[in-house]
């Protein structure tokens, strides 16, 4: 299998190398040039194991990894996940079931990803030899589940950007208690979108990205966005066989990461009934499906922070596909865009999705509705998940965190903070974060002083 650039202007590469480099050469981001048809396969899965599962779909696509290698990937991977079923579906009433993606290291759906991907990395290491500089931007949750998947890895530094006091206390705890030497959170001043576009712009200096090895573990690197389809696979098969066609899964998302990856899924014959995109305050992807207009608004922090984006950066792969795989076409526009901020589709209709935008006044009541009627407990993002939902439609909601990294919602919601072991650990570490400026010659001098490079 290859992997060719939506932006058409690098050559196609493996598997190991697309996640190497996480962002491909033209500033393009990696897609397979072409996808196993699993519509006749995929009923006879329905009975693996989470682990079985995801090495029978990844082994389409990781085809210059041994089958040991990749089994051995999987199978660590998915070793620290507090939950037997790893993602068990937990029914709420007749139509709609909870996918619970927080029983990982970090309570959060990225453990599903870059547990895995720090294994890729490590074989990667192993394979040529070569050091690699991890680097990424957080709104929260992928910079802890990014550290914690690197951990203990030999020949790997990590860097994580975050905007400074725009993650919840706890997620910035699990960034900045580790204690590892190589790891470095790096908290600058602005919000995520500031974090990410720096990121992109050392990612487009070619010449520093092989000095130093650098790879994203961004959901840009696409082995993120396969092993995130695998959690859909596995729901899907675990319901009756009659619904599958029917169930519209409910993503709260921002980077448009996590419902792309459920979209893949239909470019393999796997029937969904849809996929609804559910964004905070900060709902650039809502109005751009209301309205085709693509545009870069202010962002406004809120009880949601991991959705607070307004450049949501997997769109893009989403264009390739909407503009007929015209990577000219998805050029022109990525062009624009960056150049004015905004983006107008005279057609923008994308069958198969809805969506819908939370405010901060409704998130809290939300938890509490849940709560009373369901007697079921979500963090702020899975609320924003159930505005709007028909209470007579077949629904896969997806919970990306555990409630208890988000205490002060609960208070605002006059309820009870939930707590979690693995949080309540480190209210008692002392945190270490550095200060760097947004500029992307700071974060870059800071990243060579701490590789001692000059």
């Not at 690098?10 to 519509?39: I, M």
């Not at 001043?189 to 650098?214: H, P």
């Not at 993002?381 to 629904?395: D, M």
Request: charged share 20%; net charge negative.
């Amino acid at each position: 299998m290859q992997y060719l650039s939506t932006r058409g202007g690098s050559e196609p590469v493996g598997f190991c190398e697309a996640v190497s480099q996480g962002l491909a050469p033209d500033g393009g981001l990696y897609l397979p040039e072409h996808y196993p048809d699993l519509s006749g396969v995929a009923s006879s899965w329905s009975g693996l194991s989470y682990e079985n599962l995801c090495f029978e779909f990844l082994k389409y696509f990781a085809t210059d990894l041994s089958e040991k290698d990749l089994h051995g990937a999987i199978r660590s991977a998915y070793s620290g996940f507090s939950h037997p079923e790893i993602a068990p579906l937990v029914r709420l009433n007749d139509y709609w079931q909870v996918l619970e993606l927080f029983h990982g290291p970090t309570l959060a759906f990225k453990d599903f990803a870059l547990q895995l991907l720090g294994n890729f990395y490590e074989l990667q290491i192993k394979r040529t030899g070569r050091e690699l500089c991890i680097l990424g931007a957080t709104s929260g949750d992928t910079g802890a589940a990014a550290i914690s998947g690197l951990l203990g890895k030999s020949g790997v530094n990590v860097f994580i950007l975050y905007p400074n006091g725009k993650v919840s206390p706890l997620q910035e705890r699990q960034m900045t208690c580790t204690g590892a030497d190589n790891v470095f959170p790096l908290a600058i001043e602005g919000t995520f979108d500031d974090a990410q576009s720096t990121v992109k712009e050392l990612f487009g200096d070619l010449s520093f990205r092989q000095s130093i090895g650098l790879s994203a573990v961004n959901s840009i690197n696409l082995a993120r966005i396969l092993a995130q389809s695998v959690y859909y696979l596995y729901a899907w098969l675990r319901l009756d066989p009659s619904d599958r066609h029917n169930t519209t899964f409910v993503v709260p998302t921002g980077n448009f990461g996590n419902v792309f990856a459920g979209w893949l899924l239909t470019k393999m014959g796997i029937e969904i009934g849809g996929f609804r995109v559910a964004t905070n305050q900060n709902d650039v992807l809502h109005r751009l499906f209301g309205s085709g207009k693509y545009h870069l608004g202010e962002v406004f922090p809120s009880l949601a922070p991991s959705m607070d984006i307004q450049v949501a950066s997997n769109f893009e792969r989403l264009l390739y596909y909407f503009l007929g795989q015209n990577s000219d076409h998805v050029n022109e526009v990525m062009s624009k865009f960056r150049k004015t901020g905004s983006y107008t589709f005279e057609k923008f209709t994308l069958q198969g999705f809805t969506s819908s935008s939370t405010n901060d006044v409704e998130i809290p009541e939300l938890i509490q509705k849940i709560w009373s009627e369901n007697n079921y407990l979500v963090d702020p993002h899975t609320a924003c998940a159930f505005k709007e939902l028909s209470s007579s439609s077949k629904a896969v909601i997806l919970a990306t965190a555990h409630p208890a990294k988000f205490p002060q919602v609960f208070e605002k919601a006059g309820m009870t903070k939930p707590t979690s072991p693995t949080l309540e650990a480190l209210l008692n570490c002392k945190p270490k974060k550095y200060s760097v400026g947004s500029d992307p010659m700071d974060v870059r001098s800071f990243i060579l002083d701490k590789l001692n490079r000059e």
